[in-house]
């Protein structure tokens, strides 16, 4: 199973939903990936490493929609199926796709955001990295979602955030100054962004500046400080996936196919949206706070 990163708390979460299924279905789980989400070439070493040791399938969380193509093409090549999860591979070369349908998670931040705006104001959209399928999604369902209300503009959504909390910090701080610099002068009222190290970025930029609770902000995923940040009012809402679903089903869809099974070409894992307001529901709770120390050692 190989992750696009293993830093952030979401994979944690992903690794602890394979290691359930890898119970479940007698099948060894051996976990690797590259530190960081923009290391292509570790990730791509990974995969290549890992053919070698002659595994009897792959699934494979991308971070590059075009790069790791040629890689999976030689595994199937030679035998050996790869499911990939979490973001897409382009091509059909490949036994299923287990995703949030994150166009769709997009759209369900952009409706929120123009609830919070009752449909007119200005927002940014802090992209994630290029090349990174899952959240070109998200922000493209995002806008499209935006797109329905001519009351709102769009002043950017061609900046780059990059792959740390440090690198979105500094591409907020910029954006702040470049739509104002100080609160009588702010031109901005709501701000996306489609992953966790990016908004802890943004969230950031807001506290140093000023500004947080101010300006509208809606993220994507979840960690403690962002749960923190919503019940202080700082961050609007969040979508979350399921991780531990992703990583259960990915591995399950996996061993099911290598069983000789049918197994669905597309599977979708689900998204949801958090705000104060359902934050404390049960389900929620769950969902945010699951319980790892069973499956990670």
């Not at 290691?19 to 923009?38: N, R, S, T, Y």
């Not at 036994?95 to 940014?124: E, H």
């Not at 399950?252 to 705000?275: C, F, M, N």
Request: proline letters at 3%; charged letters at 25%.
């Amino acid at each position: 199973v190989i992750p696009k990163g293993t830093i952030h708390e979401f994979w944690k979460t992903v690794h602890a939903g394979a290691e359930m299924a890898g119970q479940e279905m007698d099948v060894d789980i051996l976990w690797q990936g590259p530190l960081k989400e923009d290391d292509r070439e570790a990730q791509i070493s990974v995969v290549e490493n890992i053919i070698t040791r002659g595994v009897d399938g792959i699934v494979l969380a991308p971070l590059d929609d075009a790069a790791l193509r040629r890689s999976v093409d030689e595994a199937m090549r030679i035998g050996i199926p790869v499911v990939i999860f979490d973001s897409g591979l382009q091509g059909e070369n490949y036994v299923s796709y287990v995703a949030t349908d994150n166009f769709k998670a997009g759209q369900l931040a952009g409706q929120y955001m123009a609830k919070l705006l009752g449909g007119k104001g200005s927002v940014a959209v802090l992209r994630y990295a290029e090349g990174s399928d899952s959240t070109t999604k998200r922000e493209d369902g995002f806008l499209d979602a935006i797109a329905a209300f001519a009351g709102i503009e769009i002043v950017t959504s061609n900046q780059y955030a990059g792959v740390t909390t440090e690198s979105a910090l500094q591409a907020a701080e910029n954006m702040l100054s470049r739509f104002g610099g100080n609160e009588e002068n702010l031109q901005l009222d709501g701000i996306f962004c489609a992953t966790e190290p990016t908004a802890l970025g943004i969230l950031r930029a807001l506290q140093n500046s000023g500004y947080a609770g101010k300006v509208r902000f809606v993220g994507f995923d979840s960690s403690d400080k962002m749960i923190s940040a919503l019940r202080a009012g700082e961050l609007n809402g969040f979508v979350v996936q399921n991780p531990m679903r992703i990583g259960y089903l990915a591995v399950k869809t996996l061993a099911d196919h290598i069983q000789g099974k049918q197994v669905p070409r597309r599977i979708d894992t689900g998204s949801i949206l958090v705000t104060r307001e359902n934050l404390d529901q049960p389900e929620i709770h769950d969902l945010l706070n699951p319980d790892l120390s069973r499956w990670l050692k």
